[in-house]
């Protein structure tokens, strides 16, 4: 039986599968059963932050699994503390204190968490719990029913009806739009700095400030979902630094690339006063509040501490940036008509598809089309949208394999 069959019989038809069966991976480079390599520019979706196989992640993938797997949260885990203070101290550089999850729905259904234990702290005038959360149209914030309700896009919460109250969206990039957005009810924002699944679109600082502004004036608390754009990826250990660098969120999800392709997500909460008392934000979860079987173990903490350190000591984030410049002025000088812009930061970046010039087949979106024709060439992107593809390499890339990329995806998008 092969693969694909085997799939078709034991796996449940949640995904639109490639007809691609991984086996091995090294650095920028993925292998299939047939032995063919492929580019790959998605990366698990912006997850294998230093490529597959990493020396130094497997090292300590090894080292640890040789020590000790995983023990519950009833006790302390040095590894765990360890990769806190790493984060807190050289990543977020703000007074805050993290939980450990497992993915990044699971940490921004706990920062939905903190805004209604803050929402019942500080209430509304009539004494009533405040519980609203403000996200955005086009946002992702992840599919368990609390970050599916938190998700600006009708498709995904398709068919899951009655959606988990407690949230409105708003017109991402549109500070006219915020005013008048406050109800009595509401306690926070969340925003992600770069909308990754919703077409690769980045706020403006005007728009950041002016989320901010609006959080401050009406005791909201600031949410920023990094769940896709930090630990680098945007050219900056936080992505919102490259946008709007003197803001300070009262919290942050993780995931994806903080375990470079082992499975770890986390939420951060400021520690600042949020009344006269001088109670701390990050305090209001406090034991029994809040809880993972598996989130923070030994052997995932381990993992994520030598992918922080290594993006953090061979400064990744720089070479995001040095990508980016080299993308944008190579695409640029192509002049293809088929493209309509280049959007993103650092190396999340999204190419904008004209659907005009790409003959679509039923059940197929146009950049689900350039994305097979380059499957067929030997790189891997993911699409961002109906009209968007992504390219989302490790942040080693080099400059060489960034070029036979480019040299590949021009000979695709030329034949529009």
Known sequence: MTTTETFQQHVLPTYGRFPLVAVRGEGCRLWDDAGRSFLDFCGGIA?????????????????QAGTLIHVSNLYQIPQQAELAREINEQHVRL????????????????????????????????GAPRFEVITFQQSFHGRTLGAMAAT??????????????GFRYLPFNDPAAL???VRAETAAVLLEPVQGEGGVNIATPEFLRAVAALC??????????????????????????????????????????????VPIGAFWLSDRAIDAAGTPLASLLGPGSHGSTYGGNPLVCAASLAVLQEIRERDLAANARHQESRIRATIAAWQLPVITAVRGLGLLLGIGLDPARIPTPAGKTPALVVVHRLLEQ?????????????????????????????????AVLATF
């Open 47 to 63: 997850v294998c932050s230093l490529g597959h196989c990493h020396p130094r992640l497997v090292a300590a993938l090894r080292e």
């Open 216 to 261: 401050k004036a009406h005791d909201l608390l600031l949410f920023f979902d990094e769940v896709q754009t930090g630990f680098g990826r945007c050219g900056q250990a936080m992505a919102w630094r490259a946008i709007a660098p003197e803001i300070e969120p009262d919290g942050i999800s993780w995931a994806k690339g903080m375990g470079g392709g």
């Open 152 to 165: 600006g896009q009708a498709k995904i919460q398709e068919g899951f009806d009655p959606l988990l109250p």
């Open 179 to 181: 005013v008048g957005a």
């Open 95 to 126: 007074p805050g204190k993290i939980f450990f999850s497992n993915s990044g729905a699971e940490a921004n259904d706990g920062l939905i968490k903190a805004a209604r234990r803050f929402g019942h702290r500080r209430a509304q005038a009539d």
């Open 378 to 410: 030997g790189l891997l992107v993911p699409a961002a949208g109906p009209n968007t593809i992504r390219l989302l390499p490790p942040l080693n890339v080099t400059d060489a394999e960034i070029d036979e990329a480019l040299a590949l995806l021009h």
